[in-house]
């Protein structure tokens, strides 16, 4: 899929977005090594430390069908500069994916691309875990 594709299901998924506590939805796209794509929307909650980000039902939809490999991810919201991811997704998609491409989308079209790297430096991991 092309990049504009890919962003174009990052602002559809927008309107998909369960957001009546904020009022903020926030659309994301997901390409995996193979192609395949996973879209998300952010998925709030009465109790509000429930909700999801987009970012993290993308993943999560992408994982429970098999899919663990990524390339880049889209994230859209209708911000004034392109929305950053929040620190709990950036900890999320270093899990599977430390190289992966972050694009962060405004509706004029203004993208900031990031590597996971750039986003979160010496981010926890699991090798972490195998000396305790
Ligand atoms: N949100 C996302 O879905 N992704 C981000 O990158 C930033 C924040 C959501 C969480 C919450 O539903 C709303 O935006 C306001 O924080």
């Known amino acids: 899929m092309s990049l504009e594709e890919l962003k174009q299901l990052a602002i559809e998924m927008m309107d998909r977005a369960y957001c009546p506590y904020s009022g ?4 994301a796209a997901l390409e995996c090594t193979d192609g395949t794509v996973y879209t998300g929307c952010n998925i709030e909650n009465a109790s509000y430390p429930v909700g999801s980000c987009a970012e993290r039902t993308a993943i999560s939809k992408a994982i429970s069908e098999g899919h663990s490999k990524f390339v880049r991810i889209v994230i859209a919201a209708k911000t004034e500069e392109p929305c950053v991811p929040c620190g709990m997704c950036r900890q999320f998609m270093k899990e599977f994916a430390p190289d992966m491409e972050v694009i ?15 986003l979160l430096p010496y981010g926890f991991d699991n090798h972490f875990l195998k000396h305790h």
């Open 104 to 118: 962060c989308l405004n509706p004029r079209g203004d993208t900031s691309v990031y590597k996971l790297e750039e």
């Open 24 to 27: 903020f939805p926030v659309g």
